[in-house]
C-alpha cells in the first residue's frame, strides 16, 4: 500500500486538532493525587538533574564550615521550609507528602548534590515541583547559609537542631512575648554562635530599628530571611518590638584576635576617611555623638555582619531605611581590604574605649 503525500499532510495537520481535543475534552489527568507514570518521573527527574548541574557550573561554593552561619538558616528552615520537608526534628508532614513529587527527606537527599547544585535548587527553585524560588535573588549570602545547614542535617540530631533554631515562629496573632522569643532565636546576644553573620538588636535606636522592619515589610531591604520573619507580623507590633530591643543595653559581639595593623587601618577609615579617594569618615554619621536616629551604631556588631553589609552597599543590593542611599555613595570606592578593616575595628571598638 503506497502512501501518498497527501495522506502525510493530512495526518500532520490533523495532530494538532487532536491534540487540541484531547485538552480541550479534559483527557490528560493534571491530579496530583493519581501520581506520575513511572516513566513520567523518571524523565522529570533527568530533566531536573540534568538542568540543575549545567546552571551549577559556573558556580563556586565559598567556605561553608564556619558554624555562625547555621542559628539563622535553621530558623528560617524552620519557618519556611519544614512545613514540606520536616526536618531532624519532626518527619515530614502530611502536605509534603501530598505534594507531586513528595518534598524529599533532605537528609536523605542532600548528599547526591554538590554544594554549587543545591545553591541552584535553593536560590531558583525548581519548576512543576512546588519549590520556590529564594525569596530575595540578591542575597546569595543567605541562600548558601541555607546550603550549609543543608550539609550538615545528614548528621544533625533533634537537640541540635531545636537549639540552632530557637523559638517557633510566631504567626498572625501571636502574643508580643513570642514574637520576641522568636526574634531573639537569632539577635540575642547569648544566641550568637561564632563570628556571627547576625546582628545584635540591643542598643539600637527605636527609630532605626523600626524602619529597617518597615523596610524588610515593604521589600526595601531585602533578606529572603527577614522578609518571611516579619511577613506574619501585625503592622501594631512593628513599634512594640523596636521599642523593646532599643530598652535593652547594649551588648557586643564576641571578638577574636586580630592584626593591629587592620585595626589600626580600620580606625584611620572609621575616624577621618580618606580624603584622597573620596571616602568620608564614618564616624561623622556613626560615632558616640550621633544626632541622626535613623543612623544605627556600629560598635559591637559582629565583623562577619559588618562587612556583609558593606558589601551590600558597594554591590547596591541593600537598601533600608530613607537613608540607604548615602551609605551607597558613601562606600563606592572602599576596596576588600577596607571592608575588612573598617569591620573589624567596630567590631573591637567597646574592647578599645
Same mark, same amino acid.
Given at each position: 500500500?503506497?502512501?501518498?503525500?497527501?495522506?502525510?499532510?493530512?495526518?500532520?495537520?490533523?495532530?494538532?486538532?487532536?491534540?487540541?481535543?484531547?485538552?480541550?475534552?479534559?483527557?490528560?489527568?493534571?491530579?496530583?493525587?493519581?501520581?506520575?507514570?513511572?516513566?513520567?518521573?523518571?524523565?522529570?527527574?533527568?530533566?531536573?538533574?540534568?538542568?540543575?548541574?549545567?546552571?551549577?557550573?559556573?558556580?563556586?561554593?565559598?567556605?561553608?564550615?564556619?558554624?555562625?552561619?547555621?542559628?539563622?538558616?535553621?530558623?528560617?528552615?524552620?519557618?519556611?521550609?519544614?512545613?514540606?520537608?520536616?526536618?531532624?526534628?519532626?518527619?515530614?508532614?502530611?502536605?509534603?507528602?501530598?505534594?507531586?513529587?513528595?518534598?524529599?527527606?533532605?537528609?536523605?537527599?542532600?548528599?547526591?548534590?554538590?554544594?554549587?547544585?543545591?545553591?541552584?535548587?535553593?536560590?531558583?527553585?525548581?519548576?512543576?515541583?512546588?519549590?520556590?524560588?529564594?525569596?530575595?535573588?540578591?542575597?546569595?549570602?543567605?541562600?548558601?547559609?541555607?546550603?550549609?545547614?543543608?550539609?550538615?542535617?545528614?548528621?544533625?540530631?533533634?537537640?541540635?537542631?531545636?537549639?540552632?533554631?530557637?523559638?517557633?515562629?510566631?504567626?498572625?496573632?501571636?502574643?508580643?512575648?513570642?514574637?520576641?522569643?522568636?526574634?531573639?532565636?537569632?539577635?540575642?546576644?547569648?544566641?550568637?554562635?561564632?563570628?556571627?553573620?547576625?546582628?545584635?538588636?540591643?542598643?539600637?535606636?527605636?527609630?532605626?530599628?523600626?524602619?529597617?522592619?518597615?523596610?524588610?515589610?515593604?521589600?526595601?531591604?531585602?533578606?529572603? !530571611? *527577614?522578609?518571611? +520573619? =516579619?511577613?506574619?507580623?501585625?503592622?501594631? @507590633?512593628?513599634?512594640? &518590638? #523596636? %521599642?523593646? /530591643? $532599643?530598652?535593652?543595653?547594649?551588648?557586643?559581639?564576641?571578638?577574636?584576635?586580630?592584626?593591629?595593623?587592620?585595626?589600626?587601618?580600620?580606625?584611620?577609615?572609621?575616624?577621618?576617611?580618606?580624603?584622597?579617594?573620596?571616602?568620608?569618615?564614618?564616624?561623622?554619621?556613626?560615632?558616640?555623638?550621633?544626632?541622626?536616629?535613623?543612623?544605627?551604631?556600629?560598635?559591637?556588631?559582629?565583623?562577619?555582619?559588618?562587612?556583609?553589609?558593606?558589601?551590600?552597599?558597594?554591590?547596591?543590593?541593600?537598601?533600608?531605611?530613607?537613608?540607604?542611599? !548615602? *551609605?551607597?555613595? +558613601? =562606600?563606592?570606592?572602599?576596596?576588600?581590604? @577596607?571592608?575588612?578593616? &573598617? #569591620? %573589624?575595628? /567596630? $567590631?573591637?571598638?567597646?574592647?578599645?574605649?
Amino acid at each position: 500500500m503506497r502512501i501518498g503525500w497527501k495522506s502525510i499532510v493530512a495526518v500532520v495537520a490533523g495532530l494538532p486538532v487532536a491534540g487540541f481535543l484531547v485538552i480541550q475534552l479534559g483527557l490528560i489527568d493534571v491530579r496530583a493525587s493519581t501520581g506520575h507514570w513511572q516513566v513520567t518521573d523518571w524523565f522529570l527527574h533527568w530533566v531536573m538533574r540534568s538542568s540543575v548541574t549545567a546552571a551549577a557550573g559556573s558556580t563556586e561554593a565559598p567556605p561553608l564550615d564556619d558554624p555562625g552561619l547555621l542559628p539563622a538558616a535553621a530558623a528560617h528552615f524552620e519557618t519556611g521550609c519544614a512545613v514540606c520537608h520536616g526536618s531532624p526534628a519532626a518527619k515530614r508532614p502530611p502536605i509534603g507528602l501530598a505534594m507531586l513529587p513528595p518534598a524529599p527527606d533532605l537528609a536523605h537527599v542532600v548528599g547526591s548534590w554538590s554544594n554549587e547544585e543545591l545553591f541552584e535548587i535553593v536560590k531558583h527553585g525548581v519548576r512543576y515541583s512546588g519549590m520556590p524560588a529564594w525569596p530575595s535573588q540578591s542575597r546569595a549570602d543567605e541562600v548558601w547559609a541555607l546550603v550549609a545547614l543543608l550539609r550538615e542535617m545528614p548528621s544533625m540530631n533533634a537537640a541540635h537542631y531545636r537549639n540552632l533554631a530557637g523559638a517557633p515562629p510566631a504567626g498572625r496573632g501571636a502574643t508580643i512575648e513570642a514574637r520576641i522569643a522568636y526574634c531573639d532565636s537569632c539577635h540575642a546576644a547569648d544566641r550568637q554562635v561564632g563570628n556571627s553573620v547576625v546582628p545584635i538588636l540591643s542598643g539600637q535606636s527605636e527609630a532605626y530599628l523600626l524602619a529597617s522592619l518597615q523596610a524588610y515589610h515593604d521589600g526595601d531591604r531585602p533578606s529572603g !530571611i *527577614m522578609e518571611t +520573619a =516579619v511577613s506574619t507580623v501585625d503592622d501594631t @507590633d512593628f513599634s512594640k &518590638l #523596636a %521599642a523593646h /530591643y $532599643a530598652r535593652q543595653s547594649a551588648v557586643p559581639a564576641s571578638v577574636s584576635a586580630t592584626d593591629p595593623v587592620v585595626l589600626r587601618r580600620g580606625e584611620t577609615l572609621a575616624v577621618s576617611g580618606d580624603p584622597a579617594r573620596k571616602i568620608p569618615a564614618c564616624a561623622a554619621c556613626h560615632g558616640t555623638g550621633r544626632s541622626n536616629p535613623l543612623f544605627p551604631r556600629l560598635d559591637g556588631l559582629s565583623s562577619r555582619y559588618l562587612a556583609s553589609q558593606l558589601r551590600l552597599f558597594v554591590s547596591g543590593e541593600r537598601g533600608g531605611t530613607s537613608y540607604h542611599h !548615602i *551609605m551607597a555613595a +558613601a =562606600v563606592q570606592d572602599l576596596e576588600e581590604a @577596607d571592608i575588612d578593616a &573598617l #569591620a %573589624a575595628y /567596630y $567590631a573591637h571598638l567597646p574592647d578599645r574605649q
